[in-house]
């Protein structure tokens, strides 16, 4: 037999997707620190916490699941339709038609696998080429955004972003600022006419902001006026899983897709993600489901149909997750003004909001934060460093060379020794 020697070739889209991502670099740094690597303090990486009160709630329910044959049997044994299991999406639709009067039933849904797969398909249905030459691109209203987007488009230059307006919530001289969208930036961008659709996560990764409600009213009502859907990523978010620190309004409407997941609320190894959509989306995504991988895993829409249908599920974001992750955020933002106490660091918190992450703003260093966060991984700190988060801007921003994102849900040691280090290797590059 030959050996073969040279490489093959891989087709334009091959090699789009197959490059080297910045999310395929992330999830390896973050996978070979975790296995790896025990002492490395895993400030990383977007992976829920292990919240006590949660994995009981689960672990019981798989005992329930493995006690009955049938639960087993539809958990293990079959396939689901493309769209879902269908008692999880008639379940689903009747809960949030009860609870938000939202006018959609099982067509309006389909079950993808996570939330990243649903952001890829609807992102490749929504822009890139179409008839008679024309591109369309999707428009992300307020940068940074979550850097799993970059590279989901299977054209080139998928994304165009906006930057934000920055108000400081507690006044100038405070230690929080808040990114808010600047909407003559996205009605400008809006008029260029090649945009598919507006894309947005609430709460935002990497920043931990909310969009406010009448951000996201006025956003929906330029999506309509241009004819064009509006996509709310709502990994952390409302109704589910719910870690909000501030008031949040869910909000649907026909022309507005919206992104679920179960990861966040302490199941990403299920790989739930679920699609709120018109009939004609909701639709599409199925047959997506269908040709790349003919069905979704049933693990975690078993585990979860009975919150369903029992409307718990709604409860699990304000009970559970958000006092838990209220209380690491508070712990951590004391940790923040100890250590850079007196450092001559120049530093403020995006006012956290949801999610799990501090978005660290670091405003006199002479080095980038890509070069820190090398400095703070040689110390057995994994961050991530702020600059593939702007993707999608037209022109280079000081900022994006500012910030670092930092997972607080683990343990308090882990986070505060990583703060102590943070502010420490700061401090040596000091303007
Ligand atoms: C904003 C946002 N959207 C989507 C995802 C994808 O999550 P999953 O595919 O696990 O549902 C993540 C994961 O971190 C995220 O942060």
Known sequence: MSEISAPFE???VGQKLAGRSGILALMDDMGRALTLDPQMRMLGGGNPAVVPALQALVRERMGELLA???????????????????????????????????????QNLAITSGGQTACFFLFNLLAGRFAAGKKKRILLPLAPEYIGYADQGWEPDMFVACRPAIVWPEG??????????????????????DIGAIAASRPTN???????????????????????????????????????????????????ILTLSLSKLGLPGTRT????????????????TAVAGL??????????????????????GPKVLRPFYAGKAAAAAGWAREFFAGTG?????????????HWLWLKNLRITTRELYERLKARKVLTVPGEPFFFGLPEEWPHQHECLRLNFSRDAETVRSGYQVIAEEAAQAVR
């Open 345 to 357: 660091v120049d530093w403020a918190l995006h006012a956290n909001e949801g999610a799990f992450f």
């Open 172 to 193: 100038g001289a405070g230690k929080i600022f808040k990114y808010t969208i600047d909407f003559a930036a996205v009605e400008q961008m809006l008029a260029g006419g």
């Open 10 to 12: 891989f087709s334009l």
């Open 68 to 106: 009955d044959a049938d639960g087993f049997a539809r958990t293990m044994v079959s396939y689901d339709p493309p769209r879902g299991n269908p008692l999880f999406i008639r379940a689903l639709a009747r809960l949030l038609q009860q609870e938000f009067g939202w006018d959609i039933g099982p």
């Open 273 to 288: 993600g679920i699609v709120i959509a018109s009939e004609q989306i909701a639709s599409a995504v199925a047959s997506l």
């Open 295 to 316: 069905a979704n895993g049933t693990i975690g829409q078993q585990i979860v149909l009975p919150w369903i249908e029992s409307g718990q599920i709604l409860e699990l």
């Open 206 to 256: 990497p920043t931990g902001n909310v969009l406010t409600d009448a951000e996201v009213a006025r956003l929906a009502a330029l999506a309509a006026r241009h004819g064009i859907p509006l996509i709310l990523d709502n990994a952390y978010g409302a109704p589910f899983p719910g870690v909000l620190f501030v008031p949040a309004r869910p909000f649907w409407a026909p022309h507005v």
